[in-house]
């Protein structure tokens, strides 16, 4: 572990470390009431959604100073399809569509690396929340430091593994849908198919995305999926049968009052039995237990939808709909913070006992891996491992991105400097060696990462702050993470 001791504040004492985590469970949460958005793929403005309902959103347009100079005042401009502001606070509004907003007395300066935001209402109008390009000129500004030691050549990532390495994808009518037909859809796809041999949708299996209605389920964003990705040797990883997180449950399911175990069965059933032979792993059920300190917590069990209808039984339920609907699939149980040292991940570790004492079936546990490049230490990553692989079952590193800011530290890094880029390879390096040191051959499910350059993110609008996460710049280019994860791969340093 390359992370300097000072970088290490928040991971130091046991209370702090749970105060981290409790911030990254508070905006974990969040994450299920922000929608799908992304900032501008280069540039220092951001468009960004803060929480979002059926007719509007509170949104904020975030203006970063990467240069080594001070911004003095500034004005931005954008424009919607649809969408319309109807007030704003900390700037100076005008005009109605576009809008510009031009800077207060006191938030006009922006000192090099720092950061400053304004705030507004809009209605959506009938449409999605868009994600209008901002343009002025404090967002003409150079974009991320390209990498410090120039083209960076990398094999593609999965021609290095014997084991899927994969991306989680837009698809469908989300906005940056892998399949758009564009020259920058085109691009993308390239990208994945250079490096990658699996895909996850990152949203367009979810619940509320199959199951609309209660007797209509809604195949034609996930079957288009499947078709590309059959067409060019990919396999998909379904992502996710059963999930707690209020933005994808279907309305319908929130007020059902019939049999629950039934309505649960046809639910799973109806969707593996569909891609059965096309989509060979699926989390089955993803984020049942509490984080540790969720006061919320019943038994440990995370308070969900399906808990309170249910009891903790949904989850086997699920279990056996699915092996019963495909008995080819691989099943995971697929969860965040479980890998350095939660309770929670013991929780998890007794579910899979007891599941396997009653011979209920589980193949394997996905672990998210939303980490940073401070955390966890590679011992606590290896020890989570090494657990699941003790009871036989297989390990999914099934949603990892290793941004460079952190809780203990949000503000460090406001443009991805040479320094960052050296850490996050670093940690990559380690995450993807600690899989292969821990993790049996015959036990690894592989390694997705959740996005396919770095602002497509989901962090980023989580967070509201810039990052570099994932392993291929905007440009679509090798990053130094891109060759600390394929130097793990060959074991070549
Ligand atoms: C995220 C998606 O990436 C976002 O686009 C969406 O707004 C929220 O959900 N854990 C999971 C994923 O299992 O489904 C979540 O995906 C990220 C956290």
């Known amino acids: 572990?390359?992370?300097?001791?000072?970088?290490?504040?928040?991971?130091?004492?046991?209370?702090?470390?749970?105060?981290?985590?409790?911030?990254?469970?508070?905006?974990?949460?969040?994450?299920?009431?922000?929608?799908?958005?992304?900032?501008?793929?280069?540039?220092?403005?951001?468009h960004v959604v803060r929480s979002e309902w059926g007719t509007g959103y509170v949104g904020a347009i975030v203006i970063t100073n990467p240069t080594s100079v001070p911004i003095n005042g500034w004005s931005v401009s954008w424009r919607y399809a649809t969408n319309r502001v109807t007030s704003a606070w900390n700037a100076n509004?005008?005009?109605?569509?576009?809008?510009?907003?031009?800077?207060?007395?006191?938030?006009?300066?922006?000192?090099?690396?720092?950061?400053?935001?304004?705030g507004f209402q809009a209605n959506k109008n009938g449409g999605a929340a868009e994600q209008p390009t901002v343009s002025g000129a404090a967002c003409a500004v150079s974009g991320p430091t390209p990498p410090p030691t120039g083209p960076i050549n990398v094999p593609g990532l999965h021609t290095l593994a014997a084991f899927p390495i994969g991306v989680a994808v837009n698809a469908g009518n989300e906005p940056r849908s892998l399949l758009r037909n564009d020259a920058r859809g085109a691009a993308e796809r390239a990208a994945v198919e250079r490096h990658f041999d699996s895909l996850t949708p990152g949203n367009i299996m979810k619940m509320s995305y199959l199951h609309p209605e209660q007797n209509t389920f809604t195949f034609a964003q996930a079957d288009e999926l499947v078709n590309y990705a059959r067409a060019h040797a990919l396999r998909i990883h379904g992502h996710t049968l059963v999930w707690h997180a209020d933005y994808q449950i279907p309305n319908w399911m929130r007020s059902y009052s019939g049999n629950w175990n039934t309505m649960l069965q046809s639910h799973?059933?109806?969707?593996?039995?569909?891609?059965?032979?096309?989509?060979?792993?699926?989390?089955?059920?993803?984020?049942?237990?509490?984080?540790?300190?969720?006061?919320?917590?019943?038994?440990?069990y995370r308070n969900s939808l399906f808990l309170q209808k249910m009891g903790p039984g949904y989850i086997q339920q699920a279990f056996i709909a699915a092996r019963a609907a495909d008995p080819n699939a691989v099943l995971y149980y697929n969860d965040y913070n479980i890998e350095a040292g939660q309770q929670k991940f013991t929780r998890v570790l007794a579910m899979v006992d007891d599941f396997k004492a009653r011979n209920i079936p589980i193949d394997g546990i996905g672990m998210q891996m939303h980490i940073n490049i401070e955390w966890p230490s590679t011992t606590q990553i290896k020890d989570a491992m090494r657990r699941v692989v003790q009871r036989g079952l297989k390990v999914r590193i099934s949603e990892l991105d290793i941004p460079v800011n952190t809780f203990a530290n949000p503000n460090r890094y406001a443009t991805f400097t040479a320094e960052a880029a050296q850490r996050q390879e670093a940690k990559y390096r380690e995450v993807v060696?600690?899989?292969?040191?821990?993790?049996?051959?015959?036990?690894?499910?592989?390694?997705?990462?959740?996005?396919?350059?770095?602002?497509?993110?989901?962090?980023?609008?989580?967070?509201?702050?810039?990052?570099?996460?994932?392993?291929?710049?905007?440009?679509?280019?090798?990053?130094?993470?891109?060759?600390?994860?394929?130097?793990?791969?060959?074991?070549?340093?």
Do not use: H
Request: glycine share 8%.
């Open 1 to 46: 572990m390359s992370t300097p001791k000072k970088a290490l504040p928040s991971c130091s004492t046991r209370s702090s470390r749970r105060s981290a985590l409790n911030r990254q469970l508070r905006a974990l949460s969040i994450a299920v009431a922000v929608a799908a958005l992304s900032p501008n793929a280069l540039g220092a403005c951001q």
């Open 93 to 118: 509004l005008s005009g109605s569509n576009p809008y510009t907003a031009t800077s207060l007395s006191w938030n006009g300066s922006i000192p090099p690396g720092q950061s400053v935001e304004f």
């Open 268 to 300: 799973v059933r109806t969707i593996v039995a569909r891609y059965a032979g096309r989509i060979g792993s699926w989390d089955v059920v993803n984020e049942a237990f509490a984080d540790d300190g969720d006061a919320t917590a019943v038994n440990g």
């Open 433 to 493: 060696a600690a899989y292969l040191e821990v993790v049996p051959a015959n036990l690894r499910g592989g390694i997705t990462v959740w996005g396919l350059y770095d602002s497509d993110s989901w962090l980023i609008a989580l967070y509201g702050r810039p990052d570099w996460p994932l392993i291929l710049n905007d440009e679509l280019q090798n990053k130094p993470a891109t060759r600390g994860f394929a130097s793990a791969l060959t074991g070549v340093p």
